[in-house]
Nanobody, 115 residues
Framework: QEQLVESGGGLVQPGGSLRLACAAS????????MNWYRQAPGKERELVAG???????NYAESVKGRFTISRDNAANTLYLQMDRLIPEDTAVYYC?????????WGQGTQVTVSS
């Protein structure tokens, strides 16, 4: 059974940091491209960052220089280090695993940036 479980969300003040984690099971993690998406209230889900099976990364313009995506294939875990957070980063953050026609999603973790 394929499963992705996010953790690390919470409430943080503007300028603060959070580190999200996504633990994968039931998939050969190292073969999958992994992504972080987010969805703010009233908005569509958007791609935040991605990392290929080979380690190439890409970022949305809005988070470049502030967020860092990484993966630990030995631990079957995906990370998103979020620094210099701003209120506009408030959203539910979702982990996604993708390989060919296969795509799996986590349940999401809430990130709220507010003073």
């Amino acid at each position: 059974q394929e499963q992705l479980v996010e953790s690390g969300g919470g409430l943080v003040q503007p300028g603060g940091s959070l580190r999200l984690a996504c633990a994968a099971s039931g998939v050969t993690f190292s073969n999958y491209g992994m992504n972080w998406y987010r969805q703010a209230p009233g908005k569509e889900r958007e791609l935040v960052a991605g990392i290929s099976s080979g380690g190439r990364t890409n970022y949305a313009e809005s988070v470049k220089g502030r967020f860092t995506i990484s993966r630990d294939n030995a631990a079957n875990t995906l990370y998103l280090q979020m620094d210099r957070l701003i209120p506009e980063d408030t959203a539910v953050y979702y982990c996604n695993a993708r390989l060919l026609q296969y795509s799996y999603w986590g349940q999401g973790t809430q990130v709220t940036v507010s003073s």
